[in-house]
């Protein structure tokens, strides 16, 4: 029952560095999708993925960048990190279900400081 | 593009009733959300709501009002246990790959 898995849980970078936060599904869903999440806010979307080899842009894309060579990973890819990029950050994955209503679920989050 | 409201925080007593109001603008609907969340947590899903109307899942209810844009979250006999953070989140029908846009969230702190 693994779920989505992300890695690494908690990280600090600093200013300038890059890094590679991954996640991968075991439940064979088509869509993935990278939010970030600021302190006492709600989620906002980065990037998604509706199958392999295609991703797109969601509300906060600038400074980040994904792949998705196969259905079940979804690297998001800081080039460049600054401290507007600390914050938590979930991956999470769903399929076309008409009963829960295409459900999405999440990874656990991995906490992200850049310093 | 869509705009969702839900109030910021919310405080209650162990077994009494909270309920969590959730509006939205969107320029088409297609399904509204309600994850639960604890501090350093994950969210997880609670209930789905597409048509107008209340869905009951135990001591939670969800009801939805399509042509009004508004949503609430009914939690009932509060224990501790709920605190937690409550997000609403809509789903509009030409969204591609069924994204859901999220409300701020609504921390809900719940008293003995």
């Known amino acids: 029952n693994a779920g989505v898995t992300q890695t690494p849980k908690f990280r600090i970078l600093k200013i300038g560095q890059s890094m590679t936060l991954q996640c991968a599904q075991d439940m064979n869903h088509n869509y993935m999708y990278w939010y970030r999440q600021d302190p006492g806010m709600g989620l906002k979307l980065i990037y998604y993925s509706v199958g392999a080899g295609i991703t797109d842009k969601g509300e906060v894309p600038n400074g980040y960048n994904v792949s998705r060579s196969t259905t079940e990973d979804f690297p998001l890819r800081l080039e460049l990190a600054a401290p507007s990029q600390t914050s938590v950050y979930f991956c999470?994955?769903?399929?076309?279900?008409?009963?829960?209503?295409?459900?999405?679920?999440f990874g656990e989050g991995s906490w992200l400081t850049v310093v | 593009g869509q705009n969702i409201d839900q109030p910021t925080e919310m405080t209650a007593t162990e077994g009494a009733i909270v309920q969590i109001n959730c509006t939205y603008q969107t320029s088409g609907f297609n399904g509204l959300f309600w994850y639960q969340q604890h501090a350093g947590e994950a969210p997880t899903f609670l209930s789905y709501?597409?048509?107008?109307g209340l869905e009951e899942k135990g001591r939670f209810s969800s009801f939805l009002s399509r042509s009004k844009g508004y949503s609430y979250l009914l939690l009932k006999e509060l224990q501790m246990k709920d605190s937690a953070s409550y997000l609403c989140a809509v789903r509009d029908e030409r969204a591609a790959g069924n994204k859901l846009t999220f409300g701020g969230g609504t921390r809900v702190l719940v008293k003995p």
């Open positions: 709501n597409v048509l107008d």
């Open positions: 999470a994955s769903s399929t076309p279900d008409r009963h829960s209503g295409n459900t999405i679920y």
